[in-house]
């Protein structure tokens, strides 16, 4: 089971880079790296994607280790509307125990 | 142009009623999935079916009865209501079930059982 881990919440400054780590020590060898944001009252709505390396997007970059037991979703420049719910999500959707999107990370954006 | 969109939106019911709500999607995606969202915002899927066909359940409660007349509608009926059932249901759509495709989630229900 690829569980994945978060910070619970962050706070970054408008104009700023932020940084959110996600670990999935038991990843496994099918798995895609997803990230989606969610804002209140709102279905999740998908960032990123990711396999190995790098993945960059209009949005955001995705950095995986070559071990590809974390990743670091980079959103450079945040602004007040970036202020949501971020989750890590690791799978490949065989397997329905993992499409549990686990808690995901608050980020608070502030001018 | 909504590419995933659920009914109601609310849905406010009393215990032991039941109840079902609905999802569509014109994005011509084969897979469709069910998720429970509850108060501690904990995403978790319920159901997924592929081109009409069950592929995911989860421990879910058989008074969960997800129906898909085709593969654009993936209807969810609950019955005999409880508290506990409480919560936001999210619709989801993906290309196919395999590989890295991304899901476009609906609106979500916020459903209240009193």
């Known amino acids: 089971l690829a569980k994945t881990t978060q910070p619970i919440s962050m706070d970054s400054y408008e104009g700023q880079e932020v940084n959110i780590t996600c670990s999935h020590n038991n990843i496994a060898t099918n798995d895609y790296i997803t990230w989606y944001q969610q804002f209140p009252s709102q279905g999740p709505r998908f960032i990123i994607q990711?396999?190995?390396t790098k993945v960059t997007n209009e949005v955001a970059s995705l950095f995986i280790p070559a071990d590809r037991k974390s990743s670091t979703l980079s959103l450079p420049r945040v602004s007040l509307s970036d202020t949501a719910v971020y989750y890590c999500l690791v799978g490949d959707r065989g397997s329905g125990d993992k499409l549990t999107f686990g808690t995901g990370t608050r980020l608070a954006v502030r001018p | 142009d909504t590419a995933v969109s659920q009914t109601p939106k609310y849905l406010v019911t009393q215990m032991g009623n039941d109840k079902s709500i609905k999802c569509e999607q014109n994005l011509g995606h084969d897979t469709m999935y069910w998720y429970k969202q509850d108060s501690k915002k904990f995403l978790k899927i319920m159901f997924s079916?592929?081109?009409?066909?069950?592929?995911i359940n989860e421990t879910v409660p058989n008074r969960f009865s997800p129906k898909s007349p085709d593969k654009a509608h993936l209807n969810l009926h609950i019955n005999s209501l409880e508290l506990g059932d409480s919560a936001v249901y999210f619709c989801a759509s993906s290309q196919d079930w395999q590989g890295g495709y991304e899901q476009y989630f609906g609106p979500g229900t916020r459903l209240t059982v009193t």
């Open positions: 990711g396999y190995k």
């Open positions: 079916y592929n081109n009409k066909e069950l592929i």
